[in-house]
């Protein structure tokens, strides 16, 4: 029998939703413990208390890049990363990117509109507007990106496009998703193309969001 696989964090998470995406995309069945962030369950398994967490048998890891790389690795299933050198460094650097400098504008403009503000919290609105202003220049690179073929990394789905497709989603959700993705078709087109995977769909609690 194989060993047993979780996913530790809330699917809200648009990170937990990147890698329940993967681990449904190449078949794994696994057990989804849906822990809040920096909830005792999840600092057990997360030092910093952040979702996501995983763990395959004795193998336990963190970070959703380290995550998503094992799984694609150990796994069976459709490819989610080019085998060539040059097709993989430029998802690492779409991957890289996306979490070094796009995650923090996204969840800055998101965060404050579709979590703090529904719970009645006052929104900075000035950050705001300056985290939309940074989005958009996110979306016009992803934009070009796109313009040569229908995933970020050309013609093949990789774990690029499914860990940051779920973020942009919540944007669409967003007042200043209007101005942020106006005339940007390659963006929308991907961002359609990859939620309507059915591997994303099972990922996907967007009600949860909104
Ligand atoms: N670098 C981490 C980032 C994880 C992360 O920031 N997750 C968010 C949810 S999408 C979280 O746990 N937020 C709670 C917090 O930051 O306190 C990864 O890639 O796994």
Redesign the pocket.
């Known amino acids: 029998m194989s060993a047993a696989v979780k996913l530790f964090?809330v699917s809200l998470?648009?990170?937990?939703r990147g890698v329940s995406a993967a681990l449904h995309e190449k078949g794994v069945e696994f057990e989804h413990l849906q822990f809040a962030?920096?909830s005792e369950e999840q600092l057990a398994v997360h030092p910093y208390?952040?979702?996501?967490a995983f763990s395959h048998g004795d193998v336990q890891l963190?970070?959703?890049?380290a995550i998503l790389d094992y799984i694609e690795r150990v796994f069976d299933g459709p490819a989610l990363a080019p085998p060539d050198a040059a097709g993989r460094g430029k998802m690492m650097q779409w991957l890289c990117a996306f979490?070094s400098y796009m995650?923090a504008d996204l969840a800055a403009v998101v965060i404050p509109r579709l979590i703090h503000a529904p719970q009645g919290q006052p929104v900075d609105e000035e950050a705001v507007a300056v985290a939309a202003k940074n989005v958009r220049r996110h979306l016009e690179l992803l934009e070009k990106a796109l313009a040569t073929g229908p995933y970020l990394v050309g013609e093949q789905y990789t774990l690029a496009d499914l860990n940051a497709a779920p973020l942009i989603q919540y944007f669409t959700f967003t007042p200043e998703a209007g101005p942020g993705l106006e005339g940007l078709t390659n963006v929308t087109r991907w961002l359609e193309a990859v939620l309507a995977r059915p591997a994303m769909q099972r990922a996907t609690q967007p009600a949860a969001a909104s």
Do not use: R
């Open positions: 964090g998470s648009s990170y937990v962030p920096h208390g952040k979702v996501p963190y970070e959703s890049l979490n995650y």
